[in-house]
């Protein structure tokens, strides 16, 4: 563990989108603050894509060797960005060797190996930070600044709907990596666990009860138009009105991107090339002719000690990628929309007014609600960190790597904000949701946690 002012040296293991475009990308962009000296990805293209622009570190064509080199390497830190099913075995690995590491999100896939996890790193006393990149955007930093004031009162319900975008949807959970719930996660685990995050910091404690309902209704088989072929360019014929239709996006809309999420179909990204691959991938199948089995759609209701009630809404029928808030209070009701960064923070006493300072915001217009109290229209600066399609998380991506290898920098990797101990309810959230969305009964969370043996973490902000 490094202590030192230099540049931390750190080992990217997974060079997709996650691992290249937000963690390794920050560090190549702040080469005062850190350095990537090794990647490990069994696809050549991929990894010798980030090594070259890391200005030449080591390649390893698995994540065995480069953790077997990381004393070698003069290593101080490690990003494990590999697919969702490896997650575990990779992370029990560097923390044998003792470094800190940043886990990307879902830490686990499933419950026993989120046990497994949890046991080795408490055994290994681990540094250990998921990937929970929410809690680092300006946006959200914003809202639990206003809400920790008081200045809405005492919390009484918190809304966060996550729009996924039909688009975003079709691409990353009908025909990609996280399609099915036995490779990678349910949908609510692998798309919301960002938000149950947000729900448990804003909450401040864990729930004491989860109901879910939810399912998977319209990219399925029964629901594909007749004569829709296995790929879209096979001659669909409803082409021309198909939301779905492949070419439209990957080769329309995003004819000016050559990075995420382009680079994931291959990586001759000309028009050819993308057609090319459009026609036997899986990024060109029918959104009705897959093998794709998450929810679609799915509703979480969440108790919390106090009285909090919490709603969490996920849908991928949306015409924005974005997350909208709503949060009510005993004097007060916090609204928010991420992608804009608009907050509109009504406040009902008439002596209440909003904390100083509140970071990055470009103006407050103040206006008479119709009963008369003071209503607060705040724009939150977005940095300009964001890649694109599905990428960014509205600064949240850089906003972690910079919290993350500060931490490593001070030896604090897996306190505070970076705890894995407190990201562990969010995932204990995920998979009672799930549970309680095929069970079709709500489920209590202490008890079914402490038999599943996997402590909720200590209540904490």
Request: with cysteine.
């Amino acid at each position: 563990m490094s202590t030192s002012d230099h540049p931390q040296r750190i080992v990217v293991i997974g060079a997709g989108g996650r691992g290249r475009d937000a963690y390794g990308r920050w560090a190549i962009e702040h080469p005062d603050r850190a350095r990537v000296v090794a990647v490990a990805d069994p696809d050549a293209a991929r990894r010798t894509a980030l090594a070259t622009a890391a200005g030449g570190a080591a390649e390893y064509d698995d994540w065995q060797g480069a953790v077997a080199d990381l004393g070698p390497l003069k290593a101080d830190a490690v990003i494990i960005a590999v697919p969702d099913a490896l997650h575990v075995d990779v992370a029990i690995a560097v923390a044998d060797a003792g470094l800190p590491f940043l886990l990307e999100k879902p830490a686990a896939p499933t419950i026993a190996e989120l046990q497994r996890l949890a046991r080795h790193a408490r055994e290994r006393s681990s540094a250990l930070a998921i990937g929970h990149v929410l809690r680092f955007t300006p946006f959200w930093r914003t809202v639990k600044r206003i809400v920790d004031s008081g200045v809405i009162g005492r919390t009484i319900t918190i809304e966060i709907r996550e729009n996924i975008g039909f688009w975003h949807f079709a691409h990353s959970y009908v025909r990609g990596n996280w399609r099915r719930s036995e490779t990678s996660g349910a949908m609510v685990l692998t798309k919301t666990s960002h938000d149950l995050d947000l729900i448990r910091w804003l909450a401040g404690h864990a729930p004491e009860s989860v109901y879910s309902i939810g399912d998977l209704t319209w990219f399925r088989s029964e629901n594909a138009p007749a004569g829709a072929p296995e790929f879209c360019v096979q001659g669909c014929p409803v082409a021309d009105s198909c939301p779905f239709f492949a070419p439209r996006y990957y080769v329309d809309a995003l004819a000016d991107v050559s990075g995420h999420p382009v680079h994931l179909l291959g990586t001759d990204t000309s028009p050819a090339g993308r057609m090319a691959a459009l026609s036997t991938g899986d990024y060109g199948r029918c959104v009705y002719r897959g093998d794709n089995d998450v929810a679609d759609h799915q509703q979480t209701t969440m108790l919390f000690p106090g009285g909090v009630t919490a709603t969490l809404t996920a849908s991928a029928f949306t015409a924005e990628n974005t997350r909208n808030v709503t949060i009510t209070g005993s004097a007060g009701q916090l609204s928010g929309h991420m992608e804009s960064g608009e907050l509109i923070v009504d406040l009902f006493s008439p002596e209440a007014v909003l904390p100083e300072g509140l970071p990055l915001v470009l103006h407050d217009v103040s206006s008479k609600a119709p009963m008369g109290h003071d209503r607060h229209t705040l724009r939150v600066a977005i940095p300009n960190a964001d890649l694109g399609d599905h990428a960014g998380h509205g600064g949240g991506d850089a906003g972690l790597m910079s919290e993350f290898v500060e931490a490593v920098r001070q030896g604090t990797v897996g306190t505070g904000e970076l705890s894995f101990e407190t990201a562990l309810d969010s995932h204990l959230m995920a998979f009672s949701a799930e549970e309680s969305r095929l069970s079709g009964r709500p489920i209590d969370f202490a008890d079914w946690s402490a038999g599943i043996a996997v402590p909720v973490a200590e209540p904490s902000s």
